[in-house]
């Protein structure tokens, strides 16, 4: 008897918002890894997952549909849009690390448009002007009263990584602050 697979249903599906000058929608699916190694590790890690770990507070990697967040000196975000499986690729780094599927418990929603960091800034204490904040930037804060973790793709595009459960309000407050934008 074959398998029956349930469609995990998206926690924003067909959810828009924002005005004339900002946009807020949920990102398409993706997977997600939340990755650790110690410093002696970095090297091989890197190289099983096809790409070079950054180092550095709010670095980001991105080659393809894959991109690696900093956060923090032994750990990292592993985002995967593609169809490639960073958990495969990760099978095959020789160096001791940790390495969890996260894709089911995050969620993300992409704010993007001229506005983008005002409103984000509604309730994220982080200072995202361009030159403290670049393109590429990521960074684990808060935002209103929960955690996230924002990544800048673009000058004007922003991405907030939040666990699924959270991603009502996190929507909502977003929805809130764009008001008038």
């Known amino acids: ?7 995990r249903e998206l926690p924003l599906a067909g959810r828009a918002a924002g005005g004339a000058s900002v946009s807020i929608a949920p990102a398409e699916p993706a997977m997600r890894v939340s990755l650790r190694a110690p410093q002696d590790s970095i090297s091989a890690v890197s190289k099983g997952l096809g790409i070079d770990l950054p180092t550095r507070p709010k670095q980001s990697a991105v080659a393809g549909a894959r991109s690696v967040l900093w956060l923090g000196p032994d750990e990292w975000l592993v985002i995967e849009e593609g169809d490639r499986d960073p958990m495969a690729d990760l099978a095959r780094a020789t160096a001791l690390h940790s390495a969890v599927d996260v894709s089911h418990r995050n969620t993300a929603i992409l704010v993007t448009g001229t506005q983008a960091s005002d409103v984000l800034n509604a309730g994220c204490p ?7 904040f670049p393109v590429g930037a990521c960074s684990r804060t808060v935002m209103g009263k ?6 800048r793709t673009a000058e004007d595009a922003f991405r907030v990584e939040c666990w699924r459960s959270f991603s009502d309000y996190a929507f909502e407050f977003l929805r809130d602050a764009a008001r008038g934008h």
């Open 1 to 7: 008897m074959a398998e029956a697979q349930i469609a």
């Open 126 to 132: 982080q200072d995202l002007s361009p030159e403290a």
């Open 146 to 151: 929960i955690e996230v973790v924002l990544f």
